[in-house]
């Protein structure tokens, strides 16, 4: 969206199929051989199972490493040479060896006398910093710098250390590497500014801390039972506390460095196996380590990877995973949390094994108005790990929705050996990325194309959301050595330029939000029943589309979408290069790795119907340049499926940009606010589709009806901004993406602290509405009838005096009644909102009534309640999984005698888990509460707040209870099932 203030940017359960192979057109297949199973063997199916698969969530230690809060020996660096300089430099500059004369553009430079205003540079580009450091006999060295603006380079004696995006946020860099113990020791900085004041401000400290150096924090010998036990996913940056002193975009909690570990043992029959580790997400910088050795590096905090561990791994023994995360380089200007934030997988699989993310489904299908059938095109990328070549059969078998099979094709192949290079090259290049993120060679394999045709199909749609599964075997002499499990869709898109959008032939304007990965309670670290949970809510108030804003997200969100019936707009978080502010400084478009692992990795959702490559990246907009970067997106994106339309969040205005720049490339024209600009766009380049790709952009708070900027709340007579009108009226634009379906951290909106979120959702943190939520109801779900009044009705010491009564309404005309007199009827103009300005509250009951062509349709009415008397609890759900993760969100509000929820209650209430589960989280949906996301008690917030409610390992039973001083408390029984 636009930023009005932005300037810079800174447990393990394995799991095997068990598909019979009765009914197949296929020679006898006959089971792996379990010759070198051991006599004990604990994981099920052992090596008689073509793919052992075991979720990596539980028994992890996890131990922060803050940044030391002082220095020992500390000395303040104040006396710099600087100067002018190219980027491409660093060869000759960085060499300690290098002359340096004043004479030659050098200029002396004393960071801690300047600030911001002060900077050495007043205008984009690159400089040179130059300091010698005093001896130091200690390990542990480390330099300290409090302000780099904006991203810096840092070397030691000519060697590359670091490099650091961000303007806003201190860093530290360790020099033992490169530390000469004789002398000199040069400290170089290549500080890149690319606008306004920049260079190097404030202190820069130099000294050694007593913090493990990794070496040991990832050493199998390391004692870490005091390390405090987690499972994942796990947001350790949730758990602190506010502090004004902490970024106010990422919510003003202070961010921090950790390390993971975890001990785990593979079979020795393993030992013949491809064995690799899946990351769902880090946040981020992660850096693994098995048994003391780095095995991989991933700087992206949103994209997943995999990491192969099968020549490192002990395998009849124990192993020790170490990860270490760093969050404190931002890659947004939203709260970005930290850790291992989603799940992880072990997998362990032949040699010859379908590569990861190597199965994909296109589907072509025809008369999807009538009788739809459909051909299936399957690619299949087979790995082949051994040293020589393999032949196998593929075996593709298709299971319908109800998991019948319906088709089934094999293909006799020669898998040559999938790495080009040796492992060892291809690791030591997974260990030096230079801030990019980089392919593994676990995706290498030879592809092959499979074709089945399907006479009869279920289409994916948003009321029957029904899914295929694609079953591949590779059968090698006769024995299945891999089998691959993928889940599917089969439905047509279309973007039409003059119509819109198309879903199965049928129009469907697309009524989306936008949203962030975070949730209360849990930060980032949403379990999957927590995504389904908000996808769910957002669905009830007739949204039908998501956009990932503005990364992917967790591969739980899609299946979500998937199985609700949801359309997905897939965003990339880094479009590449230097000059595009919003990106990721430092990775060059020329590397497409971070797009190519999302569309991989979604490529089979049926949800997704479009990728968008970036968002606002106004400074290259129409320049050109943006063009070139969206040619070789494109090209990346089209490696691995041209199924679906091309676009970006572009927000120029209209103009030149749209002709020169990357629209000229993309396939849909999305559009960030500008409604003015829709017209233009169709009769300027009419042969392409538009859509509103981000709209709205409002603020309230839920419950709050006259703004406080001293508590930062803000208040919900909200008029609607217009924003849906143009799309709703205009045939060819397809629809859009309102700012934002739930609120979010970080980002306050509009007031800064004590806000620590944004007030942009329609529903707050918890997916409580606001008064806003209606509005968009009532014209997304326009065959329903639906009148929403407000503010509430306790004024007390008001009465008498006029209070304003606004309506959103999709009715002809709403009445409104006042403990039973008429304060008049009032028409609605579409897409607009009835007010009663001049209603004198009086305790009692408003009522309003809709009516639809003259007769009466619905009524709705808020009262004056009571004092508040008890607790009432409404959970998502009472039955839930023992498989340790499974959450169920629980709506706590504080009612009078006679059952209503008081608007204004604040109560404090307690709680306690009981049983076969654990309290998660908690959280009120007020954007300026303090109060700990994690905690057995939260304030009641306008009358509600939430816990949240995590089922154990163990089938049984869980009880809530809830309490509050002078309330009468209440209970909940969960029942707890075997997964």
């Known amino acids: 969206m636009r930023r009005r203030d932005f300037i810079k940017m800174g447990l393990g359960t394995w799991t095997w199929s068990r598909l019979s192979t009765v009914g197949r057109a296929a020679p006898p297949i006959r089971a792996a051989s379990a010759a070198s199973a051991p006599v004990a063997n604990r994981f099920p199916g052992g090596p008689r199972t073509p793919r052992c698969v075991e979720r990596f969530d539980f028994d992890w230690r996890f131990q922060p490493a803050p940044p030391a809060s002082a220095l020992h020996d500390r000395t303040l660096l104040d006396d710099w040479l600087w100067k002018i300089a190219a980027a491409d430099q660093a060869a000759a500059v960085a060499n300690p060896d290098t002359p340096v004369s004043r004479g030659d553009g050098w200029r002396t430079t004393h960071p801690s006398r300047l600030g911001v205003n002060r900077a050495q540079l007043h205008e984009p580009g690159y400089a040179w910093f130059r300091t010698v450091l005093p001896p130091l006999n200690h390990l542990g060295r480390r330099v300290e710098f409090t302000h780099v603006d904006d991203n810096a380079v840092v070397y030691l004696n000519g060697t590359l250390l670091r490099r650091h995006h961000g303007w806003n946020s201190p860093f530290g860099v360790d020099l033992d ?21 920049g260079g190097i401000y404030g202190p820069v400290a130099f000294g050694w801390t007593p913090e493990l150096p990794w070496r040991e924090k990832a050493a199998v010998e390391l004692d870490d039972r005091s390390w405090r036990q987690v499972q994942l996913p796990h947001d350790y940056i949730v758990e602190g506390r506010y502090s004004p002193a902490a970024d106010g975009g990422h919510g003003f909690l202070p961010v921090y460095p950790a390390w993971y570990r975890r001990r785990f043992t593979l079979p020795a029959w393993a030992r013949d196996k ?38 490192h791994a002990n395998y009849g023994g124990g192993n020790v995973l170490a990860v270490y995360v760093n969050p404190c380089d931002f890659e947004g200007w939203w709260y970005e949390g930290g850790g291992i934030y989603r799940p992880v997988w072990l997998t ?10 190597g199965v994909y489904v296109q589907s072509a299908v025809r008369n999807e108005l009538d009788h739809p059938v459909a051909e299936l095109t399957i690619e299949t990328t087979v790995a082949n790990g051994a040293a020589q070549p393999q032949t196998c059969r593929v075996l593709s078998q298709v299971l319908d929705p109800d998991e019948r099979e319906i088709a089934t094709v094999q293909t006799a192949l020669r898998v040559p050996p999938s790495a080009a290079a040796a492992p060892a090259e291809a690791r030591a290049a997974l260990l030096h990325p230079q801030d990019v993120d980089q392919s593994s060679y676990l995706h290498r394999g030879i592809r092959l194309v499979q074709r089945v045709s399907l006479p009869s199909v279920q289409l994916w749609s948003l009321e029957h959301p029904r899914r295929y599964k694609l079953v591949t075997e590779i059968i090698r002499q006769g024995v299945v050595v891999d089998r691959h499990e993928q889940k599917f869709g089969v439905r047509t898109i279309r973007f039409d330029p003059q119509r819109g959008f198309f879903l199965n032939g049928q129009p469907v304007k697309l009524q989306g939000t936008c949203n962030h990965q975070d949730f209360v309670g849990v ?7 927590l995504w389904h949970y908000r996808m769910k809510r957002l669905k009830e108030f007739g949204c039908n589309a998501i956009r990932c804003s503005h990364n992917p997200m967790a591969p739980a969100m899609y299946d979500a979408c998937d199985e609700l019936g949801l359309l997905v707009m897939d965003e990339n978080r880094h479009p590449g290069s230097s000059v595009a502010v919003k990106s990721w400084v430092g990775q060059p478009y020329a590397n497409t790795w971070h797009v190519e692992s999302m569309v991989l990795r979604d490529r089979n959702h049926p949800s997704v119907i479009m990728w968008s490559m970036w968002n606002e990246e106004f400074a290259i907009q129409g320049t050109g340049y943006d063009r070139k970067m969206m040619e070789a997106l494109r090209r990346a994106v089209h490696r691995h499926d041209r199924t679906r339309p091309i676009t970006c969040a572009f927000n120029a205005g209209v103009g030149q940009a749209w002709r020169v720049g990357a629209p000229s490339v993309e396939d849909l024209l999305g559009v960030n606010y500008n409604y003015q600009d829709y017209d233009w766009l169709h ?3 009419p042969g392409k589709p538009i859509f509103g790709s981000e709209i709205g952009s409002n603020t309230e708070c839920r419950g709050v009806y006259q703004t406080d900027q001293t508590t930062a709340h803000l208040s919900s007579y909200m008029a609607p901004d217009g924003s849906w009108q143009p799309l709703a009226s205009r045939r060819f634009v397809a629809g859009g993406f309102y700012w934002t379906g739930f609120d979010y951290r970080g980002e306050p909106t509009p007031f800064g602290w ?22 968009w109801k009532s014209w997304w779900r326009r065959q329903q009838p639906l009148v929403h ?34 304060l008049g009827k009032k028409a609605l103009v579409e897409f607009g909102h009835l007010q009663w300005d001049q209603v004198p509250y009086q305790p009692g009951r408003l009522e309003a009534r809709g009516y639809l062509d003259g007769k009466l349709v619905i009524v709705t009415a808020v009262e004056t309640t009571g004092a508040p008397a008890a607790i009432r609890l409404t959970p998502d759900r009472v039955t839930m999984r023992a498989d340790g993760q499974d959450t169920a969100p629980v709506s706590v509000a504080i009612i009078d005698a006679q059952g209503r929820v008081v608007p204004t209650a604040g109560n404090m209430v307690r709680f306690t888990v009981h049983g076969m589960g654990r309290n998660a989280g908690v959280g009120n949906g007020d954007p300026s509460c303090h109060e700990p996301s994690q905690a057995d008690y939260r304030s009641a917030f306008n009358g509600w707040c939430m816990v949240l409610v995590q089922a154990g390992r163990k089938p049984g039973r869980i009880l809530l209870q809830a309490s509050a001083d002078g309330l009468c408390s209440a209970r909940l029984a969960f029942r707890v099932t075997r997964p």
Request: hydrophobic share 40%.
């Open 177 to 197: 590497a490169a530390w000469a113990s004789r002398g000199p020791n040069v400290l170089l900085v290549r500080v890149h500014n690319t606008g306004g004041p």
């Open 348 to 357: 362990i699989a032949d040699k010859l094994h379908v590569a990861p993310w």
């Open 523 to 529: 930060g980032i670290g949403l379990p999957e029943s």
């Open 754 to 775: 004590p806000e620590i979120n944004s007030n942009f959702g329609f529903l707050d943190m918890c997916g409580f509405p606001k008064d806003a939520a209606f509005y």
């Open 789 to 822: 009044i407000f503010p509430h009705w306790n004024w007390p010491g008001r009465e008498g005096r006029p209070v304003p009564v606004w309506c959103f309404s999709n009715c002809d005309a709403v009445e409104l009644f006042l403990n039973g007199r008429s």
């Open 274 to 311: 491809s064995v690799w580790l899946y990351f769902e997400g880090v946040f981020r910088d992660a850096r693994i380590y098995l048994n003391g050795q780095p095995l991989g590096r991933h700087p992206g905090g949103y994209t997943s990877f995999h990491v192969d561990i099968t020549a």
């Open 683 to 685: 009769q300027t380049i």
